[in-house]
């Protein structure tokens, strides 16, 4: 009788799961549900309203014409385009970094998260994928939009220049073929979403460093203002290098503390292709391919800080 | 205050790390992306004091073109106002900031040898000697921008076709322009009617008539229409008159001018009730 009641409770000690399930360490479903929640967060800040700024200056850009050559008006467009997105893509991607830690704190939400089984490195990688999602989506939004207007711009341009070189008899068809192609080489291409994509990894990576900076500022103001000045330092890189680097100025200090500088402090010059693509620079799938690495090797490294940083952090 | 110390120095350390892995990869990319022309050099010394702190900060950041976005747009200020300076060292910047830009070395290089030239010459307050130094200075000068836009944009067309037009149309030097228009021939999506240029252009230098009848007569036995034009026959008959070709050599056609008489005079006939168009 003993025995039985013995081997009963052993077939219920088996039968008995654990209720609790450890979490596994790294979830791409609860960085996706942070980023999700992240991108609406930032979405109801408004922001898209930049995009209608953006079409009246791409509308207003189309329109200007200072004796321009058909080429020219087409280049500034491009020019007009890619820098205004160049400037939202990294003036967003600072501030809204900067306020994503502090404003959860304000709203207490910090906390609603962080008591689950979050782990901190997918708080602070969802939001980061959020704040990247807003200013993909943007980017995205920008881009067709500018693409539209080129588009429209060539095609009314070349139909304006063929009927004035048919009238001309100098010209032959074979000058007239030239001159097409050499507009349409400013119109719509895949290296325009090249330049996109640069400016884009130039926010990430920018993005990155914000999160950073946000781990340990105190306000958010502390975060926009350090991070401006590292994404200023950051285009200063090779002027640095050749200033401390290569001529040797100053004393071994200064030498020293420049040398550490450029090694920390992220080379945003690198991504600056951009203004090149819109004069008609070319550029190879390869070259973007090592410029996204690199970029996703920063993102990497500022990740792995922050949360290095964020880890232990008390509220 | 300890932990926060030991927490910077950790990640200061990190950052350094992650920096020695990237520099060489950087560097590699740096390079590749120069070469390519597509990473300009930061704005030198000189220049950052023309175009001022905020400009030079805009072009820094990836702004470069943007900033000559604006410079234009001041040029063309400087240039209603007839302001020769301002517009001469917007340009210099404007071309600074995107020396691939060829059209910007071409507009410069026309304020220069057109308008200011032109302004200078019709300056009425000055003597005319010098106003006549003066518009030569600005041709001048815009052969040199030319140039300098030629030897940022090896490759370009365009701005040997501009130069040749300056040597031509504004310094008489026809030797000048035919090199001018042979260089920019030579080069890709360069204009057809280019060709023919060189021959005429030759025609009018001194001392290459002979090579200028051989070029344009080669063109004209290449037999395509556009290979004959008025102009191609007027200039082998000037050529056939001044290098005395035999007659049996010459081209048969009748010159154009007679041509447009005939036609003319034909035109007359045909009209109704004996009607004359004077």
Redesign the interface.
Known sequence: MASDSSEQVRDQTKRVEPLVKSPPIFSAQRVWVLMASTFTQLVRMKTFYFLAIFALLVIAASNLNLLYTPVQQLKVIRETSLGAMSIFSWLFAITATAVLIPRDLEDRTLYTILCKPVPRLEYLVGKLLGVLAVIGVALALMCGLFTVILHFQETSIIASEMHHMAQNPRFTEEDRITEAAMIAAYGPDLNLLYGVLAVFLKSAVLAAVAMLVSTFASSSLFTIIITFVVFLIGHFHKMATDFWVVEQQGGWITRMIGKVMILVIPDFQIFNISDSISSGQVVGLATMVEMSGLAALYLGLFTIASWFVFSDKEF | MAL?AK?FF???M???I??????P??KK??G??SA???????PGESLREQMGQSAT?AA???????V??YM??HA?DAWQMTDWETVERDYHIITTL?P??V?SWI?GAWHLWANASANVQLNESLPPALREKMRQEYVDKGIVFLQQGIRNNPQAAKPWEELGFVYREKKHDYCAAAEAYRQAYARP?????LVRFVGYMLAQCPGHEREAYDYLRALYDEGAI?RR?PSVIVSLKQLEEKLDIPLIQRIPDVHPDILRQERAKKREQKLPGGIRIQ
């Open positions: 926060f927490k950790l990640v200061v990190l950052l350094l992650g920096g020695l892995i990237r520099a990869w950087e990319l740096n590749e992306l390519a022309g597509l990473l300009s050099n930061p900060l820094l950041g990836g702004l470069r073109s943007l000559s976005i234009t747009l063309h995107q691939r830009d059209d507009k999506h360069a204009s057809a009617y556009h034009l």
